[in-house]
């Protein structure tokens, strides 16, 4: 099936019993059993749910897996796939990461005895340089978080297939819709489901695909063990905004485009980040793995900080607030607000200076969206 025939069927058979057409709430924590040691294929929600396994089968389907796991938020996606190492296991890491992921390597999975290298992952070579003889894993965001750095994913996952890691992708920014990294041979991807999968800032949900069997079978397991899965009826949000996915994204990414071109004639905008800018490091390799460039936007100011949280604070349509993906458009201070986790002195090393301001392009008229912008720069 085509993607969009796959949003709405995958996973999505008429309930058997009712002929439901859309997937039931299955609210229940726990499911009746004929006799001892036999049951029907259901024992305890937070091992098997009916309504999880529809979402996480469709999201499968999207991202082109074998595998789909739903978790209680991204952060659960990632606690849970760190799963996979064991003390002593080093990890090399994009430095551009969102806060949250850069947070709990630093702080949470450090004193368990891992080790963490940060590094520009879109210079291979330095990805190279950095691996030693305990590196067990490569963990990219492709486009990142906040500065939407490209990732060239068939090469890493060639450097990575033969040194023996572990490839796992964040391909929140994107969707399945704009990228698959398994069919570059990318071993593990993971959302943040909250965002452009559920699409409406109504739900906190988690997932990671996988068609490695090695690897499902290990995650599968530790979702059940370590117990970070999603209720029903957040699966069921998020299964409903996969519906919907790719009409959203088409609005999405034209009116992103729309206001690239706007902020790059903009005299008080010292300079714009977005991957379909043909001026923008990675844009070839954007194109080649990537169907459209997204509708995430970062942009720095004259004026420094001061006046980065002015325009952030003078929007009237885009609305202050951390997360990003849905219909509504947002606006923040990453140096503030979503990557404040990351010491003052790493963030400007890295770039992610606090005269940045990220943009997350809904899909109200785009006039509205550009005079809005217009007016907060003015006032």
Request: hydrophobic fraction near 40%.
């Amino acid at each position: 099936m085509r993607f969009e025939t796959a949003a709405i069927h995958a996973g999505q058979e008429p309930e058997p019993r009712t002929g439901a057409v859309v997937v039931p709430i299955f609210q229940t924590s726990t499911y009746a059993q004929p006799e001892v040691g036999k049951h029907t294929g259901y024992e305890y929600s937070r091992t098997q749910n009916p309504t999880r396994e529809a979402m996480q089968d469709c999201l499968a389907a999207l991202e082109g897996g074998k595998y789909g796991l739903g978790f209680a938020s991204g952060l659960g996606a990632t606690t849970t796939t760190m799963s996979l190492l064991k003390q002593g296991d080093h990890v090399i890491s994009s430095a551009d990461v969102y806060g949250g992921t850069y947070r709990v390597f630093e702080k949470v999975f450090r004193d368990f005895g891992l080790d963490f290298t940060f590094v520009d992952s879109t210079n291979l070579e330095e990805v190279e340089a950095a691996k030693k003889p305990n590196t067990k894993m490569l963990w990219l965001e492709t486009p990142s978080n906040p500065l939407l750095q490209i990732t060239d994913l068939k090469k890493a996952a060639e450097m990575s297939k033969q040194n023996g890691w572990t490839l796992v992708v964040d391909n929140t920014f994107a969707s399945p819709y704009l990228q698959r990294p398994l069919e570059h041979g990318v071993d593990v991807v993971l959302h943040s489901a909250t965002k452009f999968l559920g699409g409406h800032s109504d739900v906190v949900l988690g997932a990671v695909v996988t068609s490695n069997d090695a690897i499902y079978e290990r995650l599968s397991f530790s979702q059940n063990a370590m117990g970070a899965v999603c209720g029903p009826f957040d699966s069921w949000i998020v299964l409903r905004g996969l519906k919907t996915l790719a009409i959203r994204m088409d609005r999405h990414v034209a009116n992103a485009e729309k206001v690239v071109s706007w902020l790059s004639e903009n005299s008080q905008v010292t300079k714009v980040l977005y991957p379909g800018l043909p001026s923008f490091p990675g844009h070839e390799i954007a194109k080649r793995q990537m169907s459209g460039f997204g509708s995430m936007i970062s942009f720095y100011v004259e004026g420094g900080e001061a006046m980065a949280k002015k325009i952030c604070a003078k929007t009237k349509v885009f609305t202050l607030a951390e997360s990003l993906g849905g219909v509504e458009s947002l606006i923040e201070h990453p140096g503030a607000m979503t990557h404040a986790s990351i010491p003052e002195e790493i963030r400007s090393a890295r770039g992610l200076g606090d005269d940045l301001v990220r943009l997350s392009v809904g899909i109200e008229h785009v006039d509205d969206l550009i005079d809005d912008l217009d007016q907060a720069f003015r006032s």
